[in-house]
């Protein structure tokens, strides 16, 4: 018999067991889960490694999750990640809609059609943002159905 790297109390595997039969498990949360049944049922790190698919270490650090967890945790909280912080958003979606309202109106006198620079240069002037790239206001305006080289009616300009 091989050694059992990890005993589930019988309560925590029947969970674990009935969270697979979710289909809304991320696919990281559903190998993480296998792991820890196949680590109970004897099998060794590296069967279970080419199994699902993982390195030992991120098996230790499954194991060690579990073996630390509170005594009333769920199985979800003990598998899932922390969240992570990330970069803060830095324009609202109010000022989003600003600046596609900006840029769907007439464009200044002596030019034809916004472009990228113009529109960022006038959205600070106007005081919406602080600070705006010409690359941020196309990506703001990417995610609209805007195009600078459309009019209302769909032709080319």
Do not use: F
Request: glycine share 6%; proline share 3%; hydrophobic share 35%.
């Amino acid at each position: 018999m091989q050694k059992q790297h990890i005993k589930l109390a019988s309560k925590d595997r029947l969970e674990l067991e009935g969270l697979l039969l979710k289909s809304s498990l991320t696919v990281k949360i559903h190998k993480r889960i296998h792991v820890l049944l196949h680590l109970d049922s004897g099998k060794s790190y590296k069967t279970v490694g080419k199994e699902v698919g993982m390195t030992y270490i991120s098996m230790r650090e499954i194991c060690s999750k579990y073996a630390n967890k509170q005594t009333n945790a769920t199985a979800l909280s003990y598998l899932s990640d922390k969240p992570r912080t990330g970069r803060p958003i830095v324009i609202s979606g109010d000022e989003r809609a600003k600046i596609t309202a900006l840029a769907c109106s007439q464009p200044p006198e002596g030019h034809s059609n916004w472009t990228l620079r113009l529109l960022a240069d006038k959205v600070v002037e106007l005081g919406i943002c602080e600070e705006l790239s010409h690359t941020y206001a196309g990506q703001i305006l990417k995610k609209t159905n805007y195009s600078p080289t459309l009019n209302a009616l769909g032709a080319l300009v």
